[in-house]
C-alpha cells in the first residue's frame, strides 16, 4: 500500500540555521503530497502541498517540490525561528480529483529551534 | 475561522468504563476522519465517514470501538470498554471532497484520553 519515509529526529537546530527533512514515498499512480505541522498541544495544520510532479508548495518560508523521479518531497527552510520548533509530517493522499482522500502520514520529524 | 471542535480536551478514566468522544466537523465539509496518535505507532487511521456513511473502519478495533455520525454536525468515537492501551490523542479532521479539488484537512485539537 501507499506509505511514506520521513526522517527520524528529533532535530536540533539553532535559530537561522537550514533546516531540510527528508521525506520519500511509495505509491500506486501520482499522488497528492503534504507537509503538516504539530505545535505542542494543537492538532496539525496543513503547511503546504503539491499535486504533482514538479510542484513546489511553499508557506511561511519552508519549501517542498514533487521530485518524481526520487519520490521524493523533502521540507526545507532556510533560515529557522524559534517559533519553528514542532513536529513535522510528511503525508500523501491519493490524486486530486480521486473519489478518496485518505491521509497516510509518516512518523514524524520533532524540530527543536534554540535562541 | 471555522475549525473542527473536540470534547473533552482530555479525559481520564479507568479501565473498563465506556469512553465517548465527540466533534463538531467544519460546517460544508463532507468528509470526516478519525485518527489516533501516540509515540509507538504514529498517525493512525481508525475511521473515516463520507457524507455521513462510513466509508471505512479497519483501522478500528471492532469488538471495543464504535464510530457514528448521528447528522451532519456531530460525529463520535465511543470505546466500551476501555483498556490502558487506548491511552492516546485522538484526532478528528473534516474536509470537502470531490470536484476539481479537495480541500485541505482540519484538524480538531484532540482529546487525550488515559485509562488507567
Known amino acids: 500500500g501507499d506509505s511514506v519515509t520521513q526522517m527520524e529526529g528529533p532535530v536540533t537546530l539553532s535559530e537561522e540555521a537550514f533546516l531540510t527533512i527528508n521525506c520519500t514515498y511509495t505509491?500506486?499512480?501520482?499522488?497528492?503530497l503534504f507537509w503538516y505541522v504539530q505545535y505542542p498541544g494543537e492538532g496539525l495544520q496543513l503547511l503546504l502541498k503539491?499535486?504533482?510532479?514538479?510542484d513546489k508548495g511553499s508557506n511561511k518560508g519552508f519549501e517542498a517540490t514533487y521530485r518524481k523521479e526520487t519520490t521524493s518531497f523533502h521540507l526545507e527552510k532556510g533560515s529557522v525561528q524559534v517559533s519553528d520548533s514542532a513536529v513535522y509530517f510528511c503525508?500523501?493522499?491519493?490524486?486530486?480529483?480521486?473519489?478518496?482522500?485518505?491521509?497516510?502520514f509518516g512518523a514524524g520529524t520533532t524540530v527543536t529551534v534554540r535562541a | 475561522d471555522a475549525r473542527v471542535t473536540q470534547t473533552p480536551r482530555h479525559k481520564v478514566t479507568e479501565m473498563g468504563q465506556e469512553v465517548t468522544m465527540r466533534c463538531q466537523p467544519i460546517?460544508?465539509?463532507?468528509?470526516v476522519f478519525w485518527y489516533r496518535q501516540t509515540m509507538m505507532q504514529g498517525l493512525e487511521l481508525l475511521a473515516y465517514?463520507?457524507?455521513?456513511?462510513?466509508?471505512?473502519d479497519s483501522g478500528m478495533p471492532k469488538d471495543r470501538f464504535s464510530a457514528e455520525m448521528p447528522d451532519a454536525t456531530l460525529a463520535t468515537l465511543k470505546i466500551q470498554p476501555s483498556e490502558p492501551r487506548d491511552s492516546a490523542v485522538y484526532f478528528c479532521?473534516?474536509?470537502?471532497?470531490?470536484?476539481?479539488?479537495?480541500?485541505?484537512?482540519?484538524f480538531g485539537n484532540g482529546t487525550r484520553l488515559t485509562v488507567t
Open positions: 503539491a499535486t504533482k510532479a514538479d
Open positions: 465517514f463520507r457524507n455521513r456513511a462510513p466509508l471505512d
Open positions: 460546517l460544508g465539509h463532507n468528509t
Open positions: 503525508a500523501l493522499s491519493d490524486p486530486v480529483g480521486s473519489n478518496d482522500y485518505k491521509l497516510s
Open positions: 505509491a500506486t499512480g501520482y499522488p497528492s
Open positions: 479532521a473534516s474536509g470537502l471532497v470531490g470536484g476539481l479539488g479537495n480541500s485541505p484537512l482540519h
